[in-house]
């Protein structure tokens, strides 16, 4: 049965970003599920398995151009949307400051953590502004609260933590008009590319994208209709 909840997923064909879209729609949500060229593949599988209730759209999330034409498709397929999750974003480390050769990586985490999420913003709080209802989830990272920890990874901290401080700029913006705002920080998230990345670490301390889209679900709902401005630590057991 669906809950009348329409759901839009940046990085939505992504490990963490697929375990949300097919949570919400398990739970008789419409989702639509926005990814980047690279990703049509994945995009259109999702579409396939989760039909009816899932729209995949093809799109760069760091366009305005691109996000009014996808609104407009959205609108016209299931409605206005009433939740977001902004799960769009990616890592690059390894190299301090200090020993960077150029600011290729600055440029990378900024455009793809930062941006993506201030332009979805900029895109989907008029609407619910205006209809007075809507809840948006950020996914940030552990380094928003604990920057010590992105040693290494200056960029990418700096990144997340420009959204983190957003995330509670933004809520406090528009809390009166009944929308919320929030983010989850995870630690290390249980997906294939950090498997393979850190073979030796144990993926059982790690947060599963299961676990993590429970709380984004939890956030996205009415049950948390008081929450807004909240960074939330989801660290497993690491």
Known sequence: ????????????AGALGSAIVRQQARRGERVVVLDRTEAKERVHALEKELAPRVLGLVTDVALDSDWHATLEHVKA?????????????GWTGGTPIHAA?????????????????????RALLPGM???GHGSIVVVGARQVLRPELGKGAAEYTAAKAAVGALTQAVAAEVLSAGVRVNAVLPSIIDTPSNREGMPDADPRLWVAPDSLG???????????RDISGALIPVYGKV
């Open 101 to 121: 050769k150029d600011d290729s990586a600055w440029q990378s985490m900024m455009l793809g953590n930062t941006e993506t999420v201030y332009r979805a913003l």
């Open 77 to 89: 397929k299931f409605g206005d949307p009433t939740g977001a999750v902004l799960t769009a974003g």
């Open 129 to 131: 502004v205006n209809r």
């Open 1 to 12: 049965m669906s809950t009348g909840a329409i759901t839009i997923v940046t990085g939505g």
């Open 214 to 224: 429970d709380v984004i679900a939890f956030l996205l709902s009415d049950a948390a």
